[in-house]
């Protein structure tokens, strides 16, 4: 048996002196997870069973170790104007406390990444963008920044910790360790500088499950502390196997696959996150050409039966032409069957369209479906 | 970690027992993580040593498997279709992967001893 995709480094894992860390990279080895490389991480990818990790954070409760995102800082007069220059939604808009999901465009309309802009204060917000990313998104964001006065960024991702706590148990858990009442705090809004366990942390409501949760910033050398108090209270870690079959059911796009520098936000279906109203931003041009025009080609979700599709993987169409590729595939544990996400050509995207999926030279049979492949029922 | 001593091993972690029925190791199916997905082998089909015969498929990963003898496919275990799970639960029994009607054993199969020194050493 040899891997030909996926988790090579089972078989060959070696210590990577050159990966990063998190300040929980020796908690995870401790407790026998399963390493992989992650966005330049030594990560963990499963702790026994992805599947397991998967239901408990649908069922219960999952702690997810996402330190390794990055974490930019932003401040000065003409932040929020410089903000809505650089993304394609409008964080001149956020409330104090709130948060925004955004793709960051090139000129020519593709993606340089998508992140989270938290408004922390009038003119202080708070970047989350992809650890692949980091160094990219810094060189981009300080030269586009060169034509700003009054605009400071500072780049805290190494000394920030972010661990997200996820599923219908969540709120409780937290609500055990803070005073802040958290049934107020909505959906994408956040509260900085508040106490969870005795730690200061930022204390936001988002996640990228699919499931109600909370994702918690704090300083690197308290993450061990927090963890393990919640670890105490039961919360079992997941880790990067699950956290992408979760978000890959509830359909939300993972740069380098869904997005990616030749793949438009328009194109991956967040139409929703461009703003072109009021507002020019770098890629409005080219974003607002395919709009006008209409699009070529665009993301849908897909079911299959009788294998399962992985990315790179071709589809083709009844008459064997390729149509589209796979750009996220894998067995979801809550449907139980083989489910992706691929761009596929406009002409063959029309929910139930029959496609087959070339897997290993094999057509296996397709159907265009709608997503997301799972939605939790409203509490 | 389970290496029973009356198999036979290759160095890419399948077994052989004597009567040609083939799978894969507790190491491997442990390493895998949850099986989703097996892609069987055609009953009657040629197989040659190292040849690529079927797929093993976990949630993040997917793997060919490799013959470990010449000869001809005589049954392919049809209940991991539905239940693949039994390669993670029963790797040497219920998750079986095929049975051969042996013309030909790979001169570099390992016994129990040497399988478990490899597996020791990766």
Known sequence: MKMTSGRRHIFCYKEGNRLKTTPLTPWHRQHKAKMMEFGGYDMPVEYTSIIQEHENVRNAVGMFDVSHMGEFMFQGSQTPHFLDHLVTNLPSTLQLGQAMYTPMCYPHGGTIDDLLIYRIEPDRFLMVVNAANREKDWEWITNQAKSFSHLELEDISDRTALIAVQGPLALNIIQSLTDIALNELTYYHAAFDVLVGGIKAHLSRTGYTGEDGFELYVSADKALELWEALYELGVQPAALGARDTLRLESRFPLYAHELTETISPLEAGLGMFVKFDGHEFVGRDALWAQKTNGLTRKIVGITLNGGIARPGYPLHDEENRVVGIVSSGSYSPTLKRPIALALVDLSHTKTGTPLKVMVRNRAVPATVVKTPFYRRSSS | ?122
């Open chain 2, 1 to 122: 970690m389970n290496i029973p001593d009356d198999l036979k091993y290759t160095r890419d972690h399948e077994w052989i027992n004597k009567d040609g029925k083939v799978g894969i190791t507790d190491y491997a199916q442990e390493s895998l993580g949850d099986v989703v997905f097996v892609e069987l082998p055609q009953v009657g089909e040629q197989l040659k040593i190292g040849e690529a015969f079927g797929v093993v498929e976990s949630v993040k990963s997917v793997s060919d498997l490799y013959s470990p003898v010449d000869g001809t496919v005589k049954a392919v275990n049809e209940s991991l279709k539905e239940t693949p799970e039994l390669i993670n639960q029963e790797p040497y029994n219920q998750g079986w992967i095929m049975q051969v009607d042996i013309l030909n054993q790979s001169s570099d199969l390992l016994d129990a001893k040497g399988y478990r020194q490899q597996v020791e050493g990766e």
